[in-house]
């Protein structure tokens, strides 16, 4: 069965500070991979995906994941956070169903 | 375009009562499924369907059934409310008619309370 491992679970930054979260996943075949964003109060919303080819991709607000499927990761990073970044941070595989990680909660302060 | 929608937003039951949460989306999307968001545990998957006719189980199936008669509408019922069924249900669906799941679109969610 597949399962996703975020491993930081409340993350707590200054504005301008970079950003790097975990993910990884076990399963053996091919998946899609998946980072939402769920803002205080809100839906969740996508940020990135991953399916095929360059295994950096680029998402919204400035975000990016890198595939290394050696590692059977998907971490998420962003250079410079700002403060409306504050939000809670979910890491999700695809393959005949689509299963989301605990989450990471982000707080940026000024 | 309405998207995905779902009601009621808000819904407080005692224990042992039972009740359906509506779910539907205007996107002619295949794959619809049924999350439950509780703090520090995530979104669970509980119930999923692939079609109209097609329903499966998530990874919390007990204590929800769900049917998929239209492609639209996907309706998560509880048999029989308990206090451990207290949490935020999103609904969400996708294009992906295999389940192999392209960009999930959410609900605004239902925020359960069971006393």
């Known amino acids: 069965a597949q399962s996703v491992s975020q491993h930081n679970h409340h993350v707590i930054l200054s504005e301008a500070a970079s950003l790097e979260l975990g993910c990884n996943y076990s399963?053996?075949?091919?998946?899609?991979l998946f980072w939402y964003v769920q803002y205080p109060g809100q839906h969740l919303q996508l940020l990135l995906k991953?399916?095929?080819?360059?295994?950096l991709v680029k998402g919204i607000k400035g975000f990016e994941a890198e595939f290394i499927k050696s590692k059977f990761s998907f971490n998420l990073r962003k250079p410079s956070v700002q403060w409306s970044d504050t939000a809670e941070y979910f890491c999700?595989?695809?393959?005949?169903?689509?299963?989301f990680g605990t989450g990471t909660r982000l707080q940026v302060f000024p | 375009n309405a998207g995905v929608t779902q009601t009621p937003k808000f819904q407080v039951l005692k224990t042992g009562q039972s009740m359906t949460l509506q779910c539907a989306q205007d996107?002619?999307?295949?794959?619809m499924s049924w999350y439950r968001q509780d703090p520090g545990m995530g979104l669970r998957l509980i119930h999923y369907?692939?079609?109209?006719?097609?329903?499966d189980q998530g990874e919390v199936p007990n204590g929800y059934n769900v049917s998929r008669s239209t492609t639209e509408d996907f309706p998560l019922r509880l048999l029989s409310a308990a206090p451990s069924q207290t949490s935020v249900y999103f609904c969400?669906?996708?294009?992906?008619?295999?389940?192999?799941?392209?960009?999930?679109?959410f609900g605004p969610g239902t925020r359960l309370t069971v006393l």
């Open positions: 369907s692939v079609g109209a006719g097609i329903t």
């Open positions: 999700a595989v695809a393959t005949d169903k689509l299963i």
């Open positions: 969400a669906s996708s294009t992906s008619p295999s389940g192999r799941a392209d960009t999930q679109y």
């Open positions: 399963y053996g075949g091919t998946v899609n």
């Open positions: 991953y399916f095929s080819g360059d295994p």
């Open positions: 996107m002619n999307h295949e794959y």
